[in-house]
């Protein structure tokens, strides 16, 4: 082991001659060099200007994890250290170093306050591999670690046509909602979820949601897309898979019934959630990941209130295809630079907007009725006048066994949810009821 002594100045961690206004580490200090002035050969403030001149390194202050910056994006690297320091080392590397050198690195970020918001993104612009799109500019500038970007989209947009992808979402998609749902596909390459929003695209066989779902991967990234269901949102270890990603792609899910919604309002509510990570500490943060699922059969749900439902954006494929058609992925993935730059320029021109449409109303009645099946069951019934509560539990109960939910309420859970829309249930003739001729046509959730 070579003993070449380098001079180190203790006012700017450096080695060599004092460079206390450089920014790099000294050249001189590489492989094969060591500190003589430790009793050991080994100094960890040395090591550790060593792995930061690798790159941008920060410390996340609420996990406890280091990140990296590379290539115009910062990624969560809880072994960096691990992964810098032998290639460093070299032949004088061993285990103990790490654990050293990273102690002194989180000591040094923590000291300087050199830290990063994976929570927090800027969202005021978009990641690309040419540079950073400035969403109120409209423009690429160029990338800056400055940016706290937790991901990148993997196409680079090109200004270009897209006739293949226009006739996809015409023949898809009902008339009228184009336009709405241009909205939506461009606020999920966007960082952060402001509008509080999550995505169902619902529909029988092959109606082009699948497609449309891989469109949205192939330009996020798989690597940057979580993948939990609606149904294990609720789970333990769900919110850490979503912590820092943009969005949360998970295709054909089932029916099943959600018991509990809370984890999910959450999530897309901008609240702190607990994150339990799998080999590390817990810890709280927000998730700002965006739920995107499709579904044949729209989940009913135990929440049915204004809370849970107005999250909801709503797109129904209405249409069913033979399939013969096997090069449309192909020649839509052909035309992804395009779209890329379409749906970042929709993106700047309406930046996390959504709009209303008439197929988009509707669509989102059906997901209320189908997410609360006791309303679904009031637009059916056949009752009319006056019936007691007891009857009107029995022709419910029957309807649920028809196979149009999974579960039946209990009596006092199904009371209260037709007192909901009906009111509270009245006396006649000592039996309490209600008055179904009375009941409302629209009988979306308020």
Known sequence: MSTEAIEYCRFCDRVGECQCDADAVHPRFTEGHVDPETSNGFNPVLWARVVRNDGPIRLDPVSGALWEYADGVWFESRDVVRDRLPLRMGRNYRRGAVE????????????????ITPDQPDTRYVSLPS????????EIVPH???????????????????????????????????DRVLDILAYLLLPGNPGQKAVMFSGHGRNGKGVLLQLIEAIVGRHNAATVSLQELGTRFAAADLYGVPINIVGDIDGEHIANTGRFKQMTGGDTVRMDVKGADAFAAKVWAVPVFSANQIPTSADTSHGYLRRWEVVEFPNTFDGTDTTLVDR????????TS????????????IRES????????????????VRSWLSETELAGFTERKDAYDDY??????????????????YARVAAVLGDARKRRGQLGWEFSERPTDLTPE
Do not use: C
């Open 397 to 414: 109960t029957l309807w649920i066994e028809d196979g149009n939910g999974k579960t039946a309420l209990t009596r006092n859970k199904f």
């Open 100 to 115: 050293h050198v990273r102690d002194r690195l989180v000591a040094e970020m923590k000291r300087d306050r050199e830290y």
């Open 358 to 373: 008439e197929p988009g109303r509707k669509a989102h009645e059906t997901f209320a009725n189908r997410s609360d099946p």
């Open 342 to 353: 379409k749906l970042l320029r929709h993106a700047a021109s309406r930046p996390f907007q």
């Open 144 to 178: 800056d670690p400055e940016v706290v970007a937790t991901y990148q989209l993997q196409v680079e947009p090109a200004t270009g046509s897209t006739p293949e992808f226009d006739k996809f979402l015409t023949d898809v998609l009902h008339p009228g909602d184009q």
């Open 332 to 339: 839509l993935l052909a035309e992804l630079p395009a779209i």
């Open 131 to 138: 540079g950073l799109f400035d969403i109120e500019a409209g």
